[in-house]
């Protein structure tokens, strides 16, 4: 499975959007791009996933560079609630099927 | 619908003592993972099971860790003895069939070895 890379943290403003990055850039053509999230003393949460079109569904957004070398979660209205830490996971539907976590990202949603 | 459901939520043992988790898959998932999780880090995995059978046991440390499901469906995660080193939090998850299906994480079992 590819390896991605994100920021440790970041702080974002309520009820603004905030834009979580992730580096893929060793990702393979049949490799999908997964995000869940994490809230404290919760296990984690599906958001959403894609292969190469930009995807939506009513937690987020997923935009996913032409490349596939990188992608941006987007929550368009963040709440306190979404304070979490997030992960960005590339999975290979054909062959490997465990998700292969990183650090995340600290998301703090501030008043 | 209930979701994954792991017990206890919490347990504090002495070490070289035993200890078990259990979990309760989504009814009809096939496929159910144990993962530790480190403060700090993100979940591990442990083990994956396709129904029965443990396809991906790579990472259990198996001097002291086992694991089993049967009849495909309840599981559960063996500890014996424990060690200082063990105390995480330890998470199961399940999916449905399907290549393209997400996981569902129980809220895990923290566990502290005193």
């Known amino acids: 499975d590819a390896k991605t890379t994100q920021p440790p943290s970041m702080d974002c403003a309520e009820g603004r959007a905030a834009n979580l990055p992730c580096n893929h850039s060793?990702?393979?053509?049949?490799?999908?791009v997964y995000w869940y999230r994490q809230i404290h003393s919760q296990g984690p949460q599906y958001i959403i996933h894609g292969l190469k079109n930009n995807e939506t569904n009513e937690m987020a957004s997923l935009i996913i560079t032409e490349d596939r070398k990188s992608s941006t979660l987007i929550l368009p209205h963040a709440t306190l609630r979404d304070t979490a830490v997030y992960y960005c996971?590339?999975?290979?539907?054909?062959?490997?099927?465990?998700?292969?976590f990183g650090k995340g990202t600290k998301l703090t949603v501030n008043p | 619908e209930a979701g994954v459901v792991q017990s206890p939520r919490y347990k504090i043992i002495e070490k070289k003592q035993p200890v078990a988790f259990w979990c309760n898959p989504i009814s009809g998932h096939n496929t159910l993972y144990w993962y530790r999780q480190n403060l700090g880090q993100g979940p591990e995995l442990l083990i994956r099971y396709e129904n029965e059978e443990a396809v991906d046991d790579s990472q259990l440390p198996k001097d002291r860790f086992s694991a089993e499901r049967l009849k495909g469906v309840d599981s559960t995660l063996k500890i014996q003895p424990a060690e200082l080193g063990d105390s995480a939090v330890y998470l199961c998850a399940s999916r449905g069939r399907g290549a393209n299906t997400e996981a569902f994480f129980g809220q895990g079992t923290r566990l502290t070895v005193v």
């Open positions: 060793t990702i393979s053509g049949n490799e999908y």
């Open positions: 996971i590339v999975r290979n539907q054909g062959g490997s099927e465990k998700l292969v």
